[in-house]
């Protein structure tokens, strides 16, 4: 259902562009979001974007300045592109989609996805 890619090494201070191939049925109408999830640490939400128009990108608070999820439509992909990469970023990355509307406030809790990619891994180097 879902096919993330685009991770790799870089240096602190670079861009990345993830992409997050989503098959029809699930494209067209969904929620497609991207979490992170660091060694040792739990899963992060990282940015939401809502199929329906008039949503808004939805940012965790880590991210706000420097991510920005889109899509495109006729791909039927979903993008994250990352700027000024810090250490903290390294990561796995995930995207994850869920057919239906829900309420934006749980956007960010992995329960509200029913499909997940297999990840994809960011590494910044310091």
């Known amino acids: 259902q879902l096919q993330a890619s685009g991770g790799g090494l870089v240096q602190a201070g670079d861009s990345l562009r993830l992409s997050c191939a989503v098959s029809?049925?699930?494209?067209?109408?969904?929620?497609v979001s991207w979490f992170r999830q660091a060694p040792g640490k739990e899963r992060e939400f990282v940015a939401a974007?809502?199929?329906?128009?008039?949503?808004?990108?939805y940012y965790g608070d880590s991210v706000k300045g420097r991510f920005t999820i889109s899509r495109n439509n006729a791909k039927n992909t979903v993008y994250l592109q990352m700027n000024s990469l810090k250490s903290e970023d390294t990561a796995v990355y995930y995207c994850?989609?869920?057919?239906?509307?829900?309420?934006?406030?749980?956007?960010?809790?992995?329960?509200?996805?029913?499909?997940w990619g297999q990840g994809t891994l960011v590494t910044v180097s310091s």
């Open positions: 994850a989609a869920r057919p239906n509307l829900v309420v934006r406030s749980a956007w960010s809790s992995e329960a509200s996805y029913d499909y």
């Open positions: 029809e049925l699930t494209f067209t109408n969904n929620i």
């Open positions: 974007s809502s199929s329906w128009a008039g949503y808004i990108p």
